[in-house]
């Protein structure tokens, strides 16, 4: 499957903004969608997942309460609301796929498809 994200942009503490991923190539329902995010400097690190069915997600510590994923299986589409956003949110956000899993965290390497990424910047 290949994927698309876009909807990155610049907006300040406090402010949402809506990443989108979109996939095509394969079929798409049969996959988990994973977000994950990389600054400057740093290691990519899991940011949420939703499972193949969307009945179930996942989110790390920092985010959650603030985002949400969520996915669209007729649009092909997985989505992640980032919402009371904070300088530290700033990286490259990438959507991943992952065949037949549920939105358990995994190893980067387990990935079958990546996104280009998104540049989110949280002015404070």
């Known amino acids: 499957v290949q994927l698309q994200a876009s909807g990155g942009g610049f907006v300040q503490a406090g402010g949402s903004l809506r990443l989108s991923c979109a996939a095509s190539?394969?079929?798409?329902?049969?996959?988990?969608m994973h977000w994950f995010r990389q600054a400057p400097g740093k290691e990519r690190e899991f940011v949420a997942a939703?499972?193949?069915?969307?009945?179930?997600?996942n989110y790390a510590d920092s985010v959650k309460g603030r985002f949400t994923i969520s996915r669209d299986n007729a649009k092909n589409t997985v989505y992640l609301q980032m919402n009371s956003l904070k300088p530290e949110d700033s990286a490259v956000y990438y959507c991943?796929?992952?065949?037949?899993?549920?939105?358990?965290?995994?190893?980067?390497?387990?990935?079958?498809?990546w996104g280009q990424g998104t540049l989110v910047t949280v002015s404070s």
């Open positions: 190539g394969r079929t798409f329902s049969r996959y988990a």
């Open positions: 939703i499972s193949w069915s969307g009945l179930s997600t």
């Open positions: 991943a796929a992952k065949e037949y899993s549920d939105s358990r965290n995994l190893p980067v390497a387990d990935f079958d498809s």
